[in-house]
């Protein structure tokens, strides 16, 4: 039997737009590098590099860097697993695992563009959709009752192939909740795509592979890195300067509202399932409900953030290593992005991880290495100007993440400024101070970039896809 038509090959020869969910998309030569590729730096003509054909490591987290990933076209998506936020942390507290909520995002966002009434946006529909929060548990439950058994409208117009591997994942993530119905799940606020997500990284043990199935059924070829691989919890935590300690992304960067408080004990030693780690935190809330316009009102931290650093589920700290495809990504590609948004929750633990530093400073083919700074600060950064972002970012990298101290006297390698950022994007009305001398002499160049259109006296600007393209193919056309 011909094996392309077995997986999914229209039988008359003409491609199939409802073809198998095993026709995994192909990646283009500068998504998937072989390694004797990924050493050869990408082509320059006359001394400029193109943000069409050139490769880019673009890091971020959250709602920020969604908002501008459109604008790179061949990139590498670094992303943070540590969010503890939404339904994210409902799957925690019950399944355990690594966070997926930011990688769900991101994934939704680089689903390919389709009409309306196309299957992909569908199934777009379908992973974007979250359970209302203000559902009722029982309304909850019967709304997700009526999609995991295939009868919502929500599965209109999707392929019966692709319809039926989605929904046996979700009943998969059904039946292994059903197994911890101790810890009484909520399905309130819970996102369709998280639980899928969640299920095939549970079924796998990979979440690379649950990523590779993502993209399978969306047709995608966004190239997804979480920027560490593991089937455990990991959180984040911050430590101030005057000493205090803040556990969770949440709690650092925008405490919202609990759905439902719960203090959970430590799990029982008979049910410790290998999906399920202890959880030897004090409490986990069971679903919290963040809203984006509550960044702008926010009670200031005690003092600002010294140093972020990373605990498992026990609250001890631990030293993660990186996932080796992003330190790959960061030694071959030709320009790395440091996203706007979140500083300290959503590139920070990108950065915090050993061998980062000296995969970002010592590469021979980034030719540039940009910051797109916030226009306004938030809880995380308040009262920051844009050399306190690039030094928080030159201290992280240059702090205890290195490897051990090595050489003549044990010296530990400290980078300058220049070698981890060489550009500062910032947006004209920003409200947030850019000494333009100050920065310069640090060795990085500041180019300010020009808002779409004018969005009033009251409201600060923000970046779009476009205006990142504009200043980004400016700074990419100079002679580096």
Same mark, same amino acid.
């Not at 549970?202 to 649950?210: D, Q, T, V």
């Not at 910032?426 to 920065?439: E, Q, S, T």
């Given at each position: 039997m011909d094996l392309s038509s077995s997986l999914g090959a229209h039988p008359d020869g003409i491609d199939s737009p409802e073809s198998s969910v095993f026709d995994f998309p192909m990646r283009n030569s500068t998504l998937v590098r072989s390694a004797p590729q990924l050493e050869i730096p990408p082509t320059i003509d006359n001394g400029t590099i193109s943000l069409d054909s050139s490769p880019f490591v673009f890091i971020s987290g959250g709602t920020g860097g969604n908002a501008i990933c459109t604008a790179f076209p061949n990139a590498c998506y670094a992303l943070p697993v540590s969010d503890d936020g939404g339904s994210s942390s409902e799957i925690i507290r019950v399944l355990g695992g690594p966070s997926i909520g930011d990688i769900r995002n991101r994934l939704v966002r680089l689903i390919p563009s389709a009409s309306p009434s196309s299957s992909l946006n569908a199934i777009r529909t379908l992973f974007a959709y979250r359970l209302p929060h203000h559902y009722s548990e029982r309304q909850a439950r019967e709304e997700w009752r009526d999609i995991v058994e295939g009868r919502s409208a929500l599965w209109n117009g999707i392929p019966t192939d692709r319809k039926?591997?989605?929904?046996?994942?979700?009943?998969?993530?059904?039946?292994?909740?059903?197994?911890?119905?101790?810890?009484?799940?909520?399905?309130?606020?819970?996102?369709?795509?998280?639980?899928?997500?969640?299920?095939?990284?549970?079924?796998?043990?990979?979440?690379?592979?649950?990523?590779?199935?993502?993209?399978?059924?969306?047709?995608?070829?966004?190239?997804?890195?979480?920027?560490?691989?593991?089937?455990?919890?990991?959180?984040?935590a911050a430590e101030l300067e005057d000493g205090e300690r803040i556990v969770g992304q949440c709690d650092i960067s925008h405490p919202v509202a609990i759905l439902q408080a719960l203090t959970i004990n430590v799990v029982d030693s008979a049910d410790d399932h290998e999906w399920s780690p202890l959880d030897g935190l004090e409490s986990r809330p069971r679903n919290v409900l963040f809203q984006a316009d509550g960044k702008d009102h926010y009670e200031p931290l005690s003092s600002r953030i010294s140093r972020l650093f990373y605990i498992n589920e026990y609250g001890i700290e631990i030293h993660p290593l990186p996932n080796p495809n992003y330190l790959a990504s960061l030694r071959t590609s030709a320009t790395l992005v440091y996203s706007c948004g979140s500083l300290w929750t959503s590139i920070m633990p990108c950065l915090a991880l050993q061998g980062v530093a000296r995969a970002i400073a010592g590469s021979n083919s980034l030719r540039a290495k940009i910051l797109l700074l916030n226009s306004e600060n938030d809880r995380e950064t308040a009262g920051y100007s844009a050399i306190d972002?690039?030094?928080?970012?030159?201290?992280?990298?240059?702090?205890?993440?290195?490897?051990? /101290?090595?050489?003549?006297? +044990?010296?530990?390698?400290?980078?300058?400024?220049?070698?981890?950022?060489? $550009? !500062?994007?910032?947006?004209?009305?920003?409200?947030?101070?850019?000494?333009?001398?100050?920065?310069?002499?640090?060795?990085?160049?500041?180019?300010?970039?020009?808002?779409?259109?004018?969005?009033?006296?009251?409201?600060? /600007?923000?970046?779009?896809? +476009?205006?990142?393209?504009?200043?980004?193919?400016?700074?990419?056309?100079? $002679? !580096?």
């Open positions: 039926e591997t989605i929904r046996g994942f979700l009943v998969f993530f059904e039946n292994e909740v059903l197994k911890r119905a101790n810890k009484n799940f909520t399905f309130v606020n819970g996102s369709i795509g998280n639980y899928f997500i969640a299920a095939a990284q549970g079924f796998f043990r990979s979440l690379p592979s649950a990523i590779s199935l993502f993209s399978s059924i969306t047709k995608s070829q966004a190239n997804i890195l979480p920027v560490i691989v593991t089937n455990h919890t990991v959180t984040i972002y690039i030094q928080a970012i030159t201290c992280t990298l240059n702090n205890q993440y290195q490897p051990q /101290p090595y050489g003549l006297g +044990n010296a530990r390698t400290i980078y300058p400024v220049s070698a981890f950022i060489t $550009d !500062l994007v910032y947006l004209r009305g920003g409200a947030i101070i850019v000494d333009v001398n100050k920065l310069t002499a640090l060795g990085v160049r500041c180019t300010e970039a020009v808002p779409e259109e004018d969005v009033g006296s009251h409201q600060l /600007p923000r970046f779009t896809a +476009n205006t990142v393209r504009r200043a980004i193919n400016g700074i990419l056309t100079h $002679d !580096l």
